[in-house]
């Protein structure tokens, strides 16, 4: 099965009500095939939901404590919150994303989240629709990052799962006894038809660019082993973004 990630998304948009409009504010930082792709993605998503997008742009040099002034500045008029990651690599990222007050965290990724971090959330909603549980199996998760890895992770073992983390250098030969993988490692091409055993649920979350377009971690031939699938682009990706709204839905409905 090949996860189609757009009609998931579509599903998940079409259950969005709110009482008021809405308003989210993105801080960017860095520009590669990749964030823009992303950010078009959120730009076109807040469009069809009527969602007003603010998108603050940091100037080339861009210092940490101008980082955390554009997030106080978009928390005094917008219901919601992202930070593109990555941010140059001078901004201390931490600092800058401790600055966003929960209420507005549609990421989920500060100290003390209200929500779920949205790819967590897109696998979660992989898994559900196709009726898989995880209690009791065994999964990789590769990468440890805010976004991907660590949250997916949690989600995993909160689900029931034995869950291994894989990481940068580490090998790749356990995942030959994996059920469910799950990669974030934004290396393009890291796992291939010989790491997977036979009817493996492999959901690909790593984007990165390869000869100027986004690319997964799974070579594509994984479908033809693989139970479940999710390619990139159009499988995680678009649910993520999803996610997004669906959150900021949730802390909008809060106030």
Do not use: W
């Amino acid at each position: 099965m090949v996860i189609d990630g757009k009609n998931i998304a579509e599903e998940v948009y079409a259950t969005l009500r709110a009482s008021r409009p809405l308003t989210l504010g993105i801080v960017v930082g860095t520009s590669n095939p990749v964030t823009d792709s992303f950010v078009r993605i959120k730009e076109k998503a807040a469009a069809r939901l009527n969602v007003t997008l603010i998108r603050s742009e940091l100037p080339e040099g861009a210092t940490t404590e101008e980082g955390i002034a554009a997030v106080a500045v978009l928390a005094g008029k917008t219901d919601g919150i992202i930070v593109q990651l990555p941010l140059p690599a001078d901004i201390d990222t931490d600092a800058v994303l401790a600055a966003i007050p929960p209420g507005k965290d549609v990421d989920g990724i500060s100290k003390t989240p209200i929500v779920r971090p949205p790819v967590a959330e897109a696998v979660g909603e992989i898994l559900s629709r196709a009726d898989i549980d995880p209690h009791g199996m065994r999964a990789a998760v590769i990468g440890s990052g805010r976004l991907v890895g660590a949250p997916t992770a949690a989600l995993l073992t909160d689900l029931g799962a034995e869950v291994r983390v894989i990481t940068h250098g580490d090998s790749l030969s356990p995942l030959l006894e994996t059920d469910i993988i799950v990669s974030g490692a934004g290396e393009p091409g890291l796992i291939k038809l010989e790491h997977i055993k036979e009817g493996v649920i492999l959901i690909d979350a790593g984007t990165s660019e390869s000869g100027g377009k986004v690319a997964g971690d799974a070579d594509p031939a994984c479908a033809e082993k693989a139970s479940v699938f999710t390619p990139v682009p159009g499988g995680v990706g678009p649910i993520a973004v999803a996610m997004i709204f669906k959150n900021l839905f949730v802390l909008a409905a809060r106030d």
